[in-house]
């Protein structure tokens, strides 16, 4: 992995972040429309909504994501790609159907656990979302395993973007215009405008790659159940590890305004986390690559590399929201929210464990070990719905905060002992690779900047030229 190896890292790298940056943007501006405009108790709501529906859709993409960019990767034709092609969406669209149902049978048993009765319509409106983005995650995932962030960069832009502008024209109307604040299900209908646009941005970037057989290969469609079943049980483990904390508050505390608390800082903890999420879409496809080719040594600095990464743009921004933390609640959600500073403080320190724990999974998925994966995250799943829930029990909305940096924390521990054990791995080397990042970094933004003034120049010097040659 030497000067091509890092040509892929940038690229890659600053494509996946872009997009993830990009769609933060956008999900933030829309967050602190929707927190500003509605009651903390509606707002509740909402998040118990979108943590639901956010639970099935990553469960969907662990049973469809990884399998089918890993074996697209290694695809020995054109009619090889078609099958598998053919067999992912396949059983895309099977799984998309069983969401359906599930939505719409549990739309009532969790209206009635939260004491939400909207619920029930938003799950309703959220089946036809979930159907149309079918195609978008099948065409993203095609345009990953050949090594392209652009295409699904566009199209991920282009859902939160859609999305972000209705909020921002219903804030205005309401704020300026007078304009009677609307239910939540309109929120909902702008979700499935946004995902109309997010297929038709992926399809566009991507045609180019898509190949299909004519007929659907079973073989095939039972080879990737069998390797997303894994993926696809981690991220569902994953997903209540990450909403466990919300989900209990709203079922053990009165009221949905501890939920509205909590997210608030998660939302901010999100923006922390963009550097994670986004090279672990870089690491992937790299690390299938090197599971095929390379050795336990290039697992070893691909897995602290990409860690090292991540922690170089957490850090100066975890130590920002640490030093001023009810600015940022001020200026984000308002002066309702001031309560949560203390909350804050404490999920900052997820942002800085996550990265180790997230690129365990990656890395353990990409070299085709999702078995080990999958039962070490539901561990750690039960750990903390067990934690939460004596936590919440004792201290309430600061229990749940508690319980997670602790369940976070235990998990860390273990996911080291068994990297070391199987590649030699030390997390203290991740924080080696923190000012290699910096400079190549910056080495990156002045070869660019570099180019880009000499193309200015040339462009001037034709131009000059043509001139000349004119008079």
């Known amino acids: 992995m030497a000067a091509a190896g890092k040509s892929y890292w940038i690229r890659s790298g600053f494509f996946s972040i872009l997009e993830r940056l990009s769609m933060i943007i956008f999900s933030f501006g829309a967050f602190i429309f929707v927190v500003r405009l509605y009651p903390m108790e509606i707002y509740g709501y909402w998040v118990l909504f979108l943590s639901a529906t956010s639970f099935l859709e990553m469960a969907r993409n662990g049973l469809i994501q990884n399998g089918l960019i890993k074996f697209l990767t290694v695809a020995e ?7 598998i092609s053919t067999a992912s969406l396949a059983l895309n669209a099977m799984l998309t159907f069983f969401a ?10 969790l209206s009635v656990l939260w004491d939400a009765p909207m619920i029930v319509n938003l799950f309703l409106i959220y089946t036809i979302t979930t159907v149309i983005i079918l195609f978008q995650v099948h065409i993203n995932f095609v345009q ?8 699904p960069m566009v199209s991920n832009i282009l859902r939160s973007g859609i999305y972000f502008i209705l909020m921002a024209w219903v804030y205005f109307s309401v704020k300026f215009k007078g304009m009677e604040l609307p239910p939540l299900e309109w929120l909902a209908g702008f979700q499935i405008l946004g995902a109309i646009g997010g297929v038709i941005g992926t399809y566009l970037t991507g045609k180019k790659y898509l190949v299909f057989s004519k007929k659907i290969d079973w073989d095939w469609v039972k080879k990737l159940f069998s390797y997303g079943k894994y993926v696809f049980g981690t991220n569902l483990s994953t997903m209540l590890y990450k909403n466990t904390d919300r989900w209990m508050l709203g079922a053990m505390l009165s009221g949905s305004g501890a939920v509205a608390l909590y997210d608030v800082c998660i939302k901010i903890n999100n923006l922390l986390e963009v550097p994670t999420q986004s090279i672990a879409q870089v690491v992937f496809p790299q690390g299938a690559k090197t599971a095929a080719t390379g050795t336990k040594k290039e697992i070893k600095e691909l897995y602290e590399r990409a860690v090292g990464g991540i922690l170089a743009l957490v850090i100066p921004a975890s130590i920002v929201v640490l030093l001023f933390p009810s600015q940022i609640l001020r200026i984000i959600a308002g002066h309702e929210y001031m309560d949560a500073v203390n909350l804050l403080i404490v999920t900052v320190f997820f942002a800085l464990i996550f990265p180790f724990n997230n690129q365990f999974g990656t890395i353990l998925d990409s070299i085709g070990r999702p078995k080990i994966n999958f039962y070490f995250v539901v561990c750690s799943a039960t750990l903390n719905v067990i934690l939460n829930y004596f936590f919440i029990s004792k201290y309430g909305l600061m229990g749940a905060a508690y319980a997670t940096l ?3 924390g235990i998990t860390f521990v273990v996911d080291q002992i068994i990297l070391y054990k199987m590649f030699g791995t030390k997390p203290w080397n991740a924080f080696v690779y923190i000012p290699k990042f910096y400079v190549i970094g910056w080495k990156y933004v002045k070869d660019y900047l570099k180019k880009d003034n000499t193309s200015k120049t040339g462009n001037l010097r034709s131009k000059i030229t043509e001139n000349t040659i004119d008079n």
């Open 77 to 83: 034709s054109k009619s090889e790609e078609g099958k």
């Open 406 to 408: 602790l369940s976070y």
């Open 100 to 109: 359906v149902l599930l939505l719409i049978a549990l739309a009532k048993p």
């Open 144 to 151: 990953n395993a050949n090594l392209n962030f652009k295409g």
